[in-house]
């Protein structure tokens, strides 16, 4: 039993919640000016895990034929026969059970917005057949967690009023995981270019994958600053800014033309990871202090 519990986790990438969820809670400290309970912490905690686990079983699904035919992916938990796509099917209905009843239990408001993001969720796996634009809507996937945070304190959502700064923080969130997922995608480069899938990668070759990822994360810094600044954060705010530009660019400088699955791996998780919890331990400092 327990071994299949790890198989589940394992399949979701439970561990890949951990550098998205600290926006999600970004978003709450600043609508909310300090603390917003445990209550409101926990709902947010289970709404997010939920909506990300849900995210990731619809890719899981949607593209287990195109994984068992790329020898990267080959080995996931559809294409091995690890997990049946009945278990998939069950972990997706557990997964959007725990995410519409924590948006039932925040406010109206996230729960009457609640099914937008499983709408995009669903539609993007799909869009990689398409269009290279695909490594942006899964940034927008991720771009609804300041948002939602947001309006889980504040039970609103007025992009062009005061919810100017998490729509701001939103969209930088988009060229965050946009750039990023770039640099994840050149491991697929050539399966992609030859079955007929689209990423920025096939589409432009490698070099001006590398320049349009540093141009998206140049915007999320740009857009991440102007975001805190109208809000008023000050110089401790302006610290992890700093903290999280050396970041982007140590990450960028470990990829480069010669990068390898590991130096990826540290790029898309473990920098990604450090950036999303300075971001979120300086807003805190910031409120607090």
């Not at 939920?50 to 080995?75: F, K, S, V, Y």
């Not at 809507?137 to 005061?162: E, I, K, R």
């Not at 600044?229 to 705010?237: F, Q, W």
């Amino acid at each position: 039993m327990l071994s299949k519990l790890r198989m589940y986790a394992d399949f979701i990438k439970i561990e890949h919640t951990l550098f998205a969820l600290p926006f999600a809670y970004s978003g709450a400290f600043l609508a909310a000016h300090g603390w917003f309970g445990w209550r409101l912490f926990f709902l947010i905690l289970t709404a997010f895990t939920g909506m990300r686990t849900a995210a990731m079983t619809l890719n899981r699904i949607i593209d287990r034929e195109i994984d068992a035919m790329n020898p990267r992916t080959a080995g996931r938990h559809l294409p091995a026969g690890l997990i049946t796509l009945k278990e998939a099917y069950g972990i997706l209905i557990v997964a959007l059970l725990i995410y519409f009843i924590s948006a039932f239990m925040i406010n109206r408001t996230a729960f009457t917005l609640s099914p937008i993001p499983v709408i995009t969720a669903f539609i993007y796996p799909y869009l990689k057949r398409y269009t290279c634009l695909t490594h942006y809507v899964l940034g927008l996937n991720l771009a609804y967690a300041p948002l939602g945070g947001w309006v889980s304190v504040t039970d609103s959502f007025d992009p062009f009023g005061s919810e100017l700064v998490p729509v701001i923080l939103g969209v930088a969130v988009v060229f965050w995981v946009a750039g990023f997922d770039i640099i994840y995608a050149l491991q697929d480069l050539e399966f992609d270019r030859k079955h007929g899938l689209h990423s920025i990668g096939g589409h432009f070759g490698l070099k001006a994958a590398l320049i349009i990822s540093a141009i998206n994360h140049l915007v999320f810094f740009t857009l991440t600053a102007i975001a805190l600044y109208l809000y008023g954060a000050g110089i401790i705010a302006g610290v992890g800014l700093a903290a999280i530009a050396v970041l982007l660019v140590y990450q960028h400088a470990i990829i480069g033309e010669n990068y390898n699955k590991m130096k990826i791996q540290i790029a898309f998780f473990y920098s990604n990871a450090i950036i999303s919890a300075i971001l979120l331990a300086s807003i805190i400092c910031d409120v607090f202090l």
